[in-house]
């Protein structure tokens, strides 16, 4: 099975960015679909974005649409997710998960596999 390791969390400014990692150990993470979810104080987990397998195809909520990008690293076997012109609304533990064949890559239910998390605080 495949290990997840999140880094790249921290606490920035508004309008600030950050870029979140997700290494991969134990399986090649490019047979996975890969998402991303946060969790906000007091608040259900919820979608931010997702790659799938082969073709790198991309999807984001809409409240990161414009602002953040996935993407794959096949010879570092990670995902990263950069996130640009953050908002406090932002603030929250970030998650990457994978599964080779999610039903339904926006819900977080879908995915066996998860890191445990980095913070994100972005200060206004």
């Known amino acids: 099975q495949v290990q997840l390791v999140e880094s790249g969390g921290g606490l920035v400014q508004a309008g600030d960015s950050l870029r979140l990692s997700c290494e991969a150990s134990?399986?090649?993470?490019?047979?996975?679909?890969v998402g991303w979810f946060r969790r906000a104080p007091g608040k259900e987990r919820e979608f931010v974005s997702a790659?799938?397998?082969?073709?790198?195809?991309?999807s984001y909520a809409d409240s990161v649409k414009g602002r953040f990008t996935i993407s794959r690293d096949n010879a570092k076997n990670t995902v990263s997710l950069q996130m640009n012109n953050l908002k406090s609304e932002d603030t929250a533990v970030y998650y990457c998960?994978?599964?080779?064949?999610?039903?339904?890559?926006?819900?977080?239910?879908?995915?066996?596999?998860w890191g445990q998390g980095t913070q994100v605080t972005v200060s206004s």
């Open positions: 790659i799938t397998r082969s073709r790198g195809f991309t």
């Open positions: 134990g399986r090649e993470l490019n047979n996975y679909v």
């Open positions: 998960a994978a599964d080779t064949r999610p039903v339904g890559a926006t819900r977080d239910s879908s995915y066996a596999y």
